[in-house]
């Protein structure tokens, strides 16, 4: 056994000290890629920017002292601190990268705020959650007109939540309200057919080029509103392309000719596609759609037709479901049951 002289094995003990250590008990460690990264709350970690261990140390122990400042102010003014305030600075301390998150969490809060009033923090009962989500039988108060699906309520749900989690491990509030969303039953995913398909297709290229080029890359990848609206010519790498999916998670696409083809001729930097917000992806496809006589049809429709179709030519459901981003594969098995409801009614067309 080779034994190591004095100071390279005290070195190696440092450096293993180090890798890993704690500072008030919170944890400070190095990831794969060298830098350092603090724990201040539970499955939530703060890179500390350095791969060096004294710097890591030093801005570990001044993350640690401001936390504890921000916990002291937190319970001085708790009891004042109402939702739009906190939102403030919840938004300040979450790290969005896709834009329609930080927008997203917005619109929850002000809709909330709008229907219970700006309440303090520890004033909100599960009760006020609960009258919340019967809004869906009243009317909408912003300016579209109708009312609110289980499923929209549920999203505001969702990020309401998040924002009290983290109000009271921020010491604002001693306890979350019940957050209870909807059970909503599963209904298999609409698909366009393939005649209607190739119909819309011609008349949007022929009528909005560049609107096309969104529709065929949609079509061919399965990617949603917001992820192709974030693609950039910085994340193509020839072959693949990395977005930004639900949750802010980036993934790779991989990119068949067509989907190629339909990012038009490549460039060093910049938006791929046409800027514009997703709810006119949806207002200018169903424009499209009304033209050619399709109806109850919409822009995430074909992110369903292109699951089915890659399901169709045999690619494995395992590839699909990174394809498309679901983090659970029985989201993507879904379109199994898509695939085979639609054989059965092209089938029923056979001997008449």
């Not at 000290?17 to 990831?31: A, L, N, P, T």
């Not at 339909?262 to 460039?267: D, F, I, L, T």
């Not at 369903?304 to 169709?312: G, K, V």
Request: net charge positive.
């Amino acid at each position: 056994m080779k034994i190591l002289p004095l100071n390279l094995w005290l070195d190696w003990i440092y450096k293993m000290e180090m890798d890993s250590f704690k500072i008030h008990d919170f944890r400070v460690f190095q990831r794969d890629n060298g830098i350092y990264y603090i724990e201040l709350i539970r499955d939530q970690r703060r890179s500390l920017k350095t791969k060096d261990p004294f710097i890591a140390k030093k801005r570990a122990t001044l993350a640690v002292e401001q936390y504890f400042q921000r916990k002291i102010i937190s319970i001085k003014k708790g009891n004042s601190k109402t939702i739009s305030e906190y939102l403030e600075e919840f938004l300040e301390e979450k790290a969005f990268r896709a834009r329609g998150s930080e927008r997203g969490y917005i619109t929850a809060v002000n809709m909330f705020v709008e229907f219970i009033g700006d309440k303090n923090l520890n004033l909100v009962t599960t009760s006020d959650i609960e009258r919340f989500k019967n809004l869906h039988q009243q009317k909408r108060k912003d300016k579209i007109k109708g009312k609110l699906s289980e499923i929209t309520l549920n999203t505001y749900i969702i990020r309401l939540k998040a924002m009290f989690d983290k109000a009271r491990a921020d010491g604002f509030i001693n306890s979350v309200p019940k957050f209870k969303k909807y059970k909503i039953a599963k209904r298999l995913p609409v698909i366009l057919r393939k005649d209607d398909k190739t119909r819309l297709l011609e008349y949007i290229k022929e009528k909005d080029f560049k609107f096309y080029r969104v529709c065929r890359f949609a079509l061919f990848t399965g990617c949603r509103r917001s992820e192709i609206i974030s693609a950039r010519w910085e994340k193509f790498a020839g072959f693949t392309i990395r977005v930004i999916g639900k949750g802010d998670q980036e993934r790779t696409i991989p990119l068949v000719p067509q989907a190629k083809e339909a990012m038009g001729e490549v460039q060093k930097k910049g938006p791929v596609f046409w800027q514009a917000h997703p709810d006119t992806y949806s207002h200018y496809f169903k424009k499209y759609a009304r033209a050619c006589g399709i109806s109850n049809t919409s822009f995430h429709k074909m992110r369903h037709t292109a699951a089915t179709e890659m399901l169709e030519a045999g690619i494995s459901i395992s590839v699909i479901q990174s394809v498309l981003g679901h983090s659970d594969v029985s989201t993507t098995r879904i379109y199994a049951h898509v695939m085979e409801k639609f054989m059965i009614e092209e089938m029923g067309k056979f001997g008449l």
